[in-house]
């Protein structure tokens, strides 16, 4: 195995940032079939990470335990040390805001209403719609190019416009920590880099932290700062794209014969697939 990776790295090698989110030998799964099994990862406080791995590995069920949708059969999510099943629910979802792989709205509702859901978390009997309710909104809406649509029925959009209304109602939402399920689908080129493009500002300029599972390695090791990759329930190896991106871990990861050269563009590491007969006699 190349030294870079260690199939049982399972935090962070980042050691300047700390793990405000971290699963702690957690053991997942659905209806008595285990997904991932003494699962360790730490998610570095302020930081953009992104995870990868080839399908039903494991990333979304991963995200649904970090947001507290699904309770672990065994060990613990932790939130600022603390087990995040004993938190009040309203006040983890003061602090994280999730997007789901795939999301239904109610039937009918529009677009503005649909994103004034993120402000539910902020709101009690005491403190109902505000100004600054009104104005995450609105600033939600424009960072995602969908404030034309404010009026319109959500069922009636098209499948990239649906999904960057999503992305408004969870930026709406105003946590510090943002994780995001495949946050580019349905999105075409030129919108699937604004989106990133937004996250890397989120990161960078307001500090939040920021995790997104993306399918396109090349976004991926482009954009994240903290990488995680993943097969078969759990973490093969995590860090600096830089450190621990090589052909080795792609192979290991996806099965996929490939070359990695730097990015002319980033500097970061760029994945160039093998023709089918190179991958099979490399």
């Known amino acids: 195995m190349n030294e870079k990776h260690d199939p049982q790295v399972e935090s962070g ?22 997904i991932s099994d003494q699962l360790s990862v730490d998610i570095p406080d302020g930081e953009f990470t992104v995870v990868i791995g080839p399908n039903a590995c494991g990333k979304s069920t991963l995200l649904r335990a970090l947001a507290r949708l699904l309770t672990p ?6 939130l600022d040390g603390k087990a995040i099943a004993t938190y009040p629910a309203k ?4 602090r994280i805001g999730l997007l789901p792989q795939s999301s239904i709205a109610p039937d009918g509702i529009r677009v503005a209403d649909l994103v004034a859901r ?4 902020h709101q009690s009997l ?5 100004k600054a309710d009104e104005d995450a909104v609105a600033a939600a809406m424009a960072a995602t190019g969908v404030t034309d649509l404010s009026a319109r029925p959500v069922d009636e959009l098209s ?16 946590t510090p920590m943002i994780l995001l399920d495949e946050p580019t ?15 890397r500002s989120l990161n960078r300029e307001s500090g939040r932290t920021v995790v997104a599972v993306l399918h396109d390695l090349n976004h991926a090791f482009r954009y994240a700062g903290h990488l995680i990759a993943m097969k078969d329930g759990r973490v093969v190896a995590a860090g600096a794209p830089a450190d621990i991106v090589t052909a080795e871990l792609v192979r290991e990861v996806f099965d996929l014969g490939c070359r990695i ?3 002319p563009e980033t500097g970061a590491p760029l994945v160039i697939p093998l023709a089918h007969n190179a991958a099979q006699v490399g």
């Open 13 to 34: 090698a980042d050691e300047a940032k700390t793990a405000a989110l971290r699963a702690d030998r957690v053991r997942l799964g659905y209806r008595g079939r285990t």
């Open 118 to 121: 993120g402000r539910y978390p």
């Open 73 to 78: 059969e065994s060990g613990a999510v932790l």
């Open 159 to 174: 499948g990239g416009q649906r999904q960057r209304v999503w992305i408004a109602m969870v930026l709406a939402q105003d």
């Open 91 to 94: 006040e983890v979802a003061r």
């Open 185 to 199: 689908t349905y999105l075409d080129i030129a919108h699937q880099i604004n989106l990133l493009d937004l996250c």
């Open 261 to 263: 050269i730097d990015d």
């Open 126 to 130: 005491l403190r109902q719609w505000s």
